[in-house]
C-alpha cells in the first residue's frame, strides 16, 4: 500500500483520481470485510461523494493538501453527523449525532475521505476488541488472533489496506497496543494536543484521539491535521502546531535514548524482549547514546489506572440512562426503566468497569482507593520529570507479547496486564508511539514503544522515523 505522500503525487499529476482511490479502498473493504469485520459502518456513498469534490477541486487547479482524496478510518467512538455512532454498545445502536466531532470536521476541511466507522472495544473499554457488542474483528496476521484493542478495527483496517489511515482514541494504551499487535505505526498524542470534543468519553483526564499509519511519515501528517486548540475542549492546550515532518530525519546523532529497565524482566515475552533490544542496538547505530533509566513506580500505572479510569468511567457513564438517547428500555416506572435499559444496554465489561468506579468513588472507599490511586499517579509522573531531565526519549516494548487467540484471556485480569507498558504514559499524560520493530517465531508483529516529554512529539516521530528507515519491518504487509 502506498503512503500518503505517494498517493497525493498520484492525484495532483492526475495519474489518478480520488475517485479511484475511494473505489480501490471499498472494494478491499468489501472484499477482506467477511474475514476481518474492521467497520462497523460503510459509508460508500458518503466516501464517493466527498472523493468526487476533491477531484472537481483538482480538475478546476486549486491547491490540495496532502489529505486530499485519502481514504481514512474513523473509530466509531468519535461523532459524525449524521452517521451512527455506537462505541460499539447497544445502548448507542440507533444513535445518530447532530454534531461533528472537532477532529473529523478538521479531516473533512482537509479533503479527507472517510470510507467507515471501525469496530472497537465497547466504550473503548478493553484490549482485544472482544468486547464490541457487535462483531470479533480478526488480526490481519493471523485470522483467530485478536488485533488488540480498544482501537482494534482502526488497526486491523489500515494493516489490512482497507484503508490509508484511520483515527484511534488511547485512554490506556488503546492505540499503541493494536498497532504493536497489528504491525503499524501508532501514536498518543500529549494529553491536551488533539480537541476531545466528539470523543465519546470514557475517562476523561486520560482519553486522547490519535493517528495510526502504516509508516511514520503517515503518521505525523494525520497527526498535524488534527492537533491543535480547540475552545470546545477545556481541557485543549493553546500550543503552535509545526509541520511534524520537518523532523523526519535519518539520524540520530547526539539523541539520548533512556531503557526503562522495569518493563524487561517477569512477564515479559522473550521473543519481544529480544527483538526490542536489537532495535535498541540499532537506536545505537543511528548514533543515539542509550542509557539504563529507572522509573520505580512504573509497575504501579496498572494498579492506579484501573482505579482512575474506571471511577471517571463512572461517571462519565451515569447518561446512559434512556431518557435523553440511544437505547430505552420501557419499564413500570422511572427506575425499572434506568434498570432495564442499564443492564440490557450494557455488556459485562463496561458493567464491570462503572460497578469498580462506583464502589471506589463511594464514601468510606473514596479516601482510600482513589484518592491513593491519584497520588500514585503523581508519583509516575515525577519519574518520567525525572527521567526526562536525562534522556530525550525513553524506549520499552508496547506490549509483553504478541496478539494472543481470541478468547485465550477469559479473567479480567490477564487481559488489564496487556496494558502493562502503556498506562504510565497516559498517567502522565506524555506523548508516546509504537513502531514496528520485529516479529516472533510465528510470524505476528512486535511494537517498540518511544515515549518523549510533554509536547515533545518532534522527538518520538524523529526517532521513530530514523529507525523505521534502517529497517524494513515496516515494508511488511499480511497476505490476506
Not at 469496530?119 to 485478536?146: H, I, K
Not at 432495564?340 to 468506579?357: C, D, H, N, Y
Request: hydrophobic share 40%; glycine share 10%; charged share 20%.
Amino acid at each position: 500500500m502506498e503512503s500518503i505522500r505517494a498517493l497525493h503525487q498520484q492525484l495532483v499529476n492526475k495519474e489518478r483520481s480520488a475517485v479511484e482511490l475511494a473505489q480501490a479502498a471499498l472494494e478491499r473493504i468489501q472484499a477482506l470485510e467477511p474475514q476481518l469485520h474492521s467497520f462497523l459502518q460503510v459509508t460508500a456513498d458518503q466516501a464517493l461523494a466527498q472523493a468526487a469534490q476533491v477531484d472537481a477541486r483538482i480538475a478546476a487547479g486549486e491547491p490540495v493538501g496532502l489529505l486530499a482524496g485519502i481514504p481514512i478510518g474513523i473509530k466509531d467512538n468519535l461523532c459524525t453527523k449524521g452517521i451512527p455512532t455506537t462505541c460499539a454498545s447497544r445502548i448507542l445502536q440507533n444513535f445518530v449525532p447532530p454534531y461533528e466531532a472537532t477532529v473529523t470536521q478538521k479531516l473533512l476541511d482537509a479533503g479527507a475521505v472517510m470510507v467507515g466507522k471501525t469496530n472497537l472495544d465497547e466504550f473503548a473499554m478493553g484490549g482485544s476488541t472482544e468486547t464490541s457488542a457487535f462483531q470479533r474483528t480478526a488480526n490481519p496476521w493471523d485470522l483467530e488472533r485478536v488485533p488488540g484493542g480498544s482501537s482494534g478495527g482502526s488497526a486491523a483496517a489500515v494493516a489490512a489496506g482497507e484503508c490509508t489511515v484511520a483515527l484511534g482514541s488511547d485512554t490506556g494504551g488503546s492505540i499503541r497496543q493494536p498497532a504493536s499487535f497489528c504491525g503499524i505505526v501508532g501514536m498518543k498524542p500529549t494529553y491536551g494536543l488533539v480537541s476531545r470534543y466528539g470523543l465519546v468519553a470514557f475517562a476523561s483526564s486520560l482519553d486522547q484521539v490519535g493517528p495510526f499509519g502504516r509508516c511514520v511519515e503517515d503518521t505525523a501528517i494525520l497527526l498535524g491535521a488534527i492537533a491543535g486548540h480547540d475552545p470546545q475542549d477545556s481541557t485543549s492546550l493553546k500550543v503552535e502546531i509545526p509541520d511534524y515532518t520537518q523532523f523526519l530525519k535519518p539520524d540520530l546523532t547526539g539523541k539520548k535514548v533512556g531503557v526503562i529497565q522495569e518493563t524487561f524482566g517477569e512477564g515479559l515475552d522473550p521473543e519481544v524482549g529480544a527483538a526490542v533490544q536489537t532495535a535498541i542496538q540499532q537506536l545505537k547505530a543511528l548514533g543515539a547514546e542509550v542509557q539504563e533509566i529507572s522509573c520505580p513506580r512504573f509497575r504501579y500505572g496498572i494498579a492506579a489506572y484501573y482505579i482512575i479510569a474506571p471511577s471517571e468511567a463512572s461517571a462519565n457513564l451515569a447518561r446512559y440512562d434512556g431518557v435523553k438517547y440511544g437505547t430505552r428500555i420501557e419499564g413500570d416506572n422511572l427506575i425499572e426503566m434506568y434498570t432495564r435499559t442499564r443492564a440490557e444496554g450494557f455488556g459485562a465489561e463496561v458493567k464491570r468497569r462503572i460497578m469498580i468506579g462506583t464502589y471506589a468513588l463511594s464514601a468510606g472507599y473514596y479516601d482510600a482507593y482513589y484518592l491513593k490511586a491519584q497520588k500514585v499517579r503523581t508519583l509516575i509522573k515525577q519519574d518520567f520529570d525525572r527521567a526526562f531531565e536525562q534522556v530525550d526519549v525513553l524506549v520499552c516494548p508496547t506490549a509483553p507479547s504478541t496478539a494472543f487467540k481470541a478468547g485465550a484471556k477469559s479473567d479480567p485480569l490477564s487481559m488489564y496486564l496487556v496494558d502493562l507498558m502503556t498506562i504510565p504514559v497516559n498517567l502522565a499524560g506524555l506523548p508516546a508511539m509504537s513502531v514496528p520493530c520485529g516479529f516472533d517465531s510465528e510470524g505476528m508483529p512486535i511494537g517498540l514503544q518511544i515515549i518523549g516529554g510533554v509536547l515533545r512529539e518532534d522527538t518520538v516521530l524523529q526517532v521513530g522515523y530514523a529507525y523505521e528507515q534502517a529497517t524494513e519491518w515496516h515494508q511488511r504487509s499480511p497476505q490476506l
